[in-house]
C-alpha cells in the first residue's frame, strides 16, 4: 500500500487541535505538516522509519496519536523527513 494517512489519525489530529491547551494544539499543526510531507514525498510509515532510525510500531503509535513522544524521538521523525528542525535561533 502507498503512502497515506488514516482517517482515524485525522480525527485524533483534530481532536488534539481542538484542545484548550496551546500545546496541544502546536503538536497538532506540527505532526500535521509532517504526515502530509510524508504523504507528498510517497513514503510509507515503514520507509520513514528505516530513514529515521525509528520503528515502524513508533511511527503508527505517533501518526495515530496514540504516542506523544519525547522530543528527541520527534526530532528523529523529522529528520527522516529531511525537514529543517531548527526551532531556536539565538539573537
Known amino acids: 500500500m ?10 485524533k489530529l483534530f481532536q488534539l487541535g481542538e484542545s484548550q491547551e496551546e500545546t496541544d494544539q502546536a503538536y497538532a499543526k506540527m505532526l500535521e505538516t509532517a504526515m502530509e510531507i510524508r504523504v507528498e514525498l510517497g513514503l510509507t510509515q515503514a520507509m520513514l522509519a528505516e530513514k529515521s532510525g525509528l520503528t515502524s510500531s513508533m511511527i503508527s503509535k505517533m501518526e495515530s496519536g496514540n ?3 519525547t522530543m528527541k524521538t520527534f526530532l528523529k521523525y523529522l529528520r527522516g523527513l529531511e525537514i ?7 539573537k
Open 67 to 69: 504516542n506523544h513522544p
Open 2 to 11: 502507498g503512502a497515506r494517512i488514516s482517517h482515524s489519525s485525522w480525527e
Open 84 to 90: 529543517d528542525w531548527a526551532l531556536m535561533q539565538k
